[in-house]
């Protein structure tokens, strides 16, 4: 069998101008030329990285999801620790004496 690789034909007198092939004496399958066969591969290619793409964004989003929950839960659960840690503190306050007329100390409570 034989491949060709260019045929050049005149386009007002139909002759063959010039031609470049081979020949080829294996099975058609293994052969592996022509423009479509890497037309056909190429665009295989770009749909399966798009596919691969399409796939990876969505898992993105869902870790990013998953992600935030995690960190809405740790930022609740601190809220909770301060609050409780805060209920019935009390300070001591040093004042100053100009204010009261002589250094006094008093207990008073942060949070009520």
């Known amino acids: 069998m034989r491949i060709y690789r260019k045929i050049v034909f005149s386009m007002t007198t139909g002759k063959l ?3 470049e092939c081979y020949q ?3 099975k058609l399958a293994l052969c ?3 423009g479509t066969g ?3 591969s190429a665009r295989h290619a770009y749909k399966l990285q798009k596919e691969q793409m399409e796939l990876q964004k969505k898992q993105l989003a869902a870790l990013e999801a998953k992600e ?7 930022q609740r659960k601190l809220n909770e620790l301060v609050k409780k840690k805060r209920t019935g503190r009390t300070a001591t306050i040093l004042t100053d ?3 009261l007329g002589e250094p006094s100390i008093s207990k008073k409570s942060l949070y009520s």
């Open 38 to 40: 890497a037309t056909s």
């Open 68 to 74: 935030k929950a995690i960190e809405a839960e740790k």
């Open 97 to 99: 004496w100009e204010n």
């Open 32 to 34: 592996k030329g022509g």
């Open 24 to 26: 080829w004496f294996g």
């Open 17 to 19: 101008l010039r031609k």
